[in-house]
């Protein structure tokens, strides 16, 4: 079987903000960006992988979600509960210098984990938790 992780999900309510995070912070480049106001569907990713996309996505919009659980995927999107993700970089203290100079929000400066992996931790405007390990 050949099988890839082609895209993956994170919510958004404010796309403009996720925006400036995604393509000018982390430097992904925008793939595509439909609908309009804060009903839109945008697909980031690294330069240069293709073949690998974030989709940041109003957490709401699916039809089949009842008002009870709209209101929980916000409660949880505040919390920073309900997305996340595990990025990785060979220049672990350069990305955490160039989100932190982008007033992202700081959840943990990188660390040596007991586990062997050095890391650090972000917030999107969202309130996703975006991990970024050290590839060695």
């Given at each position: ?29 925008v793939r595509s960006d439909v609908g309009q106001g804060k ?98």
């Amino acid at each position: 079987m050949d099988i890839t992780i082609h895209t993956s999900f994170l919510p958004h309510d404010d796309p403009d903000a996720s925006l400036i995070f995604y393509r000018d912070s982390l430097g992904f480049e925008v793939r595509s960006d439909v609908g309009q106001g804060k009903m839109r569907w945008i697909t980031v990713g690294p330069v240069g992988q293709p073949g690998t996309s974030i989709l940041l996505a109003p957490p709401a919009a699916d039809p089949g979600v009842t008002e009870d659980e709209r209101r929980t995927i916000v409660e949880m999107m505040a919390k920073g509960t309900y997305g996340w993700i595990l990025l990785a970089t060979r220049d672990l203290d350069g990305t955490f210098e160039k989100l932190q100079a982008g007033d992202a929000e700081v959840v943990q400066e990188p660390t040596e984990q007991p586990y062997g992996i050095r890391d650090c931790a972000f917030r999107d405007p969202a309130g996703n938790l975006v991990r970024i390990q050290e590839l060695r």
